[in-house]
């Protein structure tokens, strides 16, 4: 999947490696920054990209769904299978609602102090959502990567209920695991490998509680490898960026 983007006087290209012909793509006079993520080493840091590698939490779809089912922890399934006795939710495969799946997006983000990702980033993405009385509660947006189904983000309106509302709270927590099942469930029916729910870290206790949650619906360990590159013109805009951004922080906590 290729994402190209121009912004002011820059060019980027963003990968997520699917056997791209990369000696023709990679065309480092064409791009100021240039992003590739696979799941395989493809050696780009031999090129001059500079490389990162992740650990990530697959659900692997070999057997039966009732097998892949019976790999999650108890406790997971127990919360997934309450969502059936809740007549108010409902859960949509593929949602079209691209505009309020977003600001539910921005929405999560922002409660949690982090700037959100631009519109276009979902635009290549299938939602599954759930609702609750009609009102969106929580989205998985993938990316389709056959034969893998990549998380692109897991955000709900948890952060909104908070402690207001418990029980409301731990509704918001069982549909956002049956997203996740229907997910398994709808990549399984057509055939995919795994589905990928993104990097796993222990660093922060906050980082270990969803890298916890990934584990839970038997996840086992996979490898991302991304790859960048970034012209010198690009680079030196991040610096001053940097310096800038440093400048200011000083200012406000004098």
Same mark, same amino acid.
């Given at each position: 999947m290729i994402f190209r983007k121009n912004k002011f006087f820059f060019r980027s290209l963003r990968v997520l490696y699917q056997e791209e012909n990369l000696e023709e793509l990679l065309d480092k006079s064409?791009?100021?920054?240039? =992003?590739? &993520?696979?799941?395989?080493?493809?050696?780009?840091?031999?090129?001059?990209?500079?490389?990162?590698?992740?650990?990530?939490?697959? &659900?692997?779809?070999?057997?039966t769904i009732e097998e892949i089912c019976n790999r999650f922890a108890r406790a997971t399934w127990q919360e997934i299978a309450k969502?059936?006795?809740?007549?108010?939710?409902?859960?949509? &495969?593929?949602?079209?609602?691209?505009?309020t799946t977003f600001r539910l997006y921005q929405e999560f983000e922002r409660a949690q102090g982090r700037k959100p990702w631009?519109?276009?980033s979902f635009s290549d993405v299938m939602n599954f959502n759930a609702y609750y009385n009609g009102e969106m509660i929580a989205s998985v947006p993938c990316y389709d990567l056959f034969p893998?189904?990549?998380?692109?983000?897991?955000?709900?309106?948890?952060?909104?209920?908070?402690?207001?509302?418990?029980?409301?709270?731990?509704i918001i927590g069982y549909a956002t695991r049956r997203l996740i099942y229907e997910i398994c469930k709808y990549g399984k029916e057509r055939n995919y490998t795994f589905v990928?729910?993104?990097?796993?870290?222990?660093? =922060?206790?906050?980082k270990a509680n969803v890298a916890n949650f990934k584990m839970f619906f038997g996840s086992k360990d996979g490898d991302e490898y991304t790859y960048t590159y970034k012209s010198k013109k690009f680079a030196t805009l991040v610096k001053i960026s940097n310096i800038l951004q440093n400048m200011r922080t000083g200012a406000l906590l004098k």
């Open positions: 064409k791009y100021d920054f240039i =992003t590739v &993520i696979a799941y395989d080493d493809l050696g780009l840091e031999k090129k001059g990209f500079e490389l990162k590698h992740k650990k990530l939490a697959n &659900i692997y779809l070999d057997g969502t059936y006795k809740i007549p108010e939710l409902e859960f949509k &495969i593929a949602d079209p609602d691209k505009e631009g519109k276009d893998c189904f990549q998380v692109r983000a897991m955000f709900s309106k948890r952060m909104e209920v908070g402690e207001k509302d418990k029980e409301f709270y731990k990928g729910l993104g990097s796993i870290n222990y660093s =922060t206790p906050q």
